[in-house]
């Protein structure tokens, strides 16, 4: 009896740890998201029409591809999230100077 329990804690411990590292893994899709949103603001002419917030994304992607590449995911995921966030405040930006009839980029 002791050995099937002593088994079965083992096994659930096991369980537990790869559900840890499954969620720890590479934030692939949100560092996708932020490259393409701060790709899609700077070929709308975010760079000139919100040129302090295109300089924020670009650092705060910058930031998470540092954190991707010293394996620090947390940081990346969280990073990256922020990069996007920043990237579309600036193409809605770019969008309203360009509805409004300002220079196109």
Known sequence: M???IFKLSRF????IVLALVACAGAPVQEMSNARQAVAAAQQSGGSRAAPHAMAEAQRWLQAAQ????RGDYSAAHRDALRARSEAIKVLRMAQGRQ???LSPP
């Open 66 to 69: 540092a954190a991707l590449d």
């Open 2 to 4: 002791h050995s099937k």
């Open 12 to 15: 659930a411990a096991l369980i």
């Open 99 to 101: 509805s409004a009839g």
